[in-house]
């Protein structure tokens, strides 16, 4: 719809009215070449959602390791080093969790990071 109203109105605007008489216009005068809309099966809803909640899951895995790969920038580059700056790992997480608030936890030594680093 959106390039047919182009078509006779360059300017962009979008309204309801004018698009109602466009598409009342497309679908009289070129109803021939409209083909019917086919709803999707169970089974292509089904994967939909799931390619949906993938996409989710991966973007929200993305945003942890930047935010886990800047903690480690600013705490502890060492280690950012020895991840071979992959910060996607659940190695990269438990080094996040023991090196988050690195005043705050007197255990957090470099006897601790190596033991984390060691259990890889």
Same mark, same amino acid.
């Given at each position: 719809?959106?390039?047919?109203?182009?078509?006779?109105?360059? =300017? =962009?605007?979008?309204?309801?009215?004018?698009?109602?008489?466009?598409?009342?216009?497309?679908?009289?005068? &070129?109803?021939?070449?409209? /083909?019917?809309?086919?709803?999707?099966?169970?089974?292509?809803?089904?994967?939909?959602?799931?390619?949906?909640?993938? /996409?989710?899951?991966?973007?929200?895995?993305? /945003?942890?390791?930047?935010?886990?790969?800047?903690?480690?920038?600013?705490?502890?580059?060492? $280690?950012?080093?020895?991840?071979?700056?992959?910060?996607?790992?659940?190695? !990269?997480?438990?080094? $996040?969790?023991?090196? !988050? &608030?690195? =005043?705050?936890?007197?255990?957090?030594?470099?006897?601790?990071? !190596?033991?984390?680093?060691?259990?890889?």
């Amino acid at each position: 719809m959106a390039r047919y109203r182009e078509t006779f109105s360059p =300017g =962009g605007a979008k309204d309801d009215r004018p698009d109602a008489g466009l598409l009342n216009e497309l679908l009289y005068c &070129h109803r021939d070449r409209l /083909r019917a809309l086919k709803p999707d099966s169970e089974l292509g809803r089904k994967l939909s959602f799931f390619n949906q909640g993938r /996409r989710e899951a991966v973007d929200q895995r993305s /945003r942890l390791s930047h935010a886990i790969k800047s903690q480690l920038k600013v705490y502890f580059p060492l $280690a950012l080093e020895l991840l071979d700056q992959d910060t996607s790992t659940a190695l !990269a997480a438990d080094l $996040a969790v023991t090196l !988050a &608030h690195p =005043g705050s936890n007197p255990k957090t030594t470099c006897s601790n990071v !190596a033991q984390i680093l060691l259990w890889a």
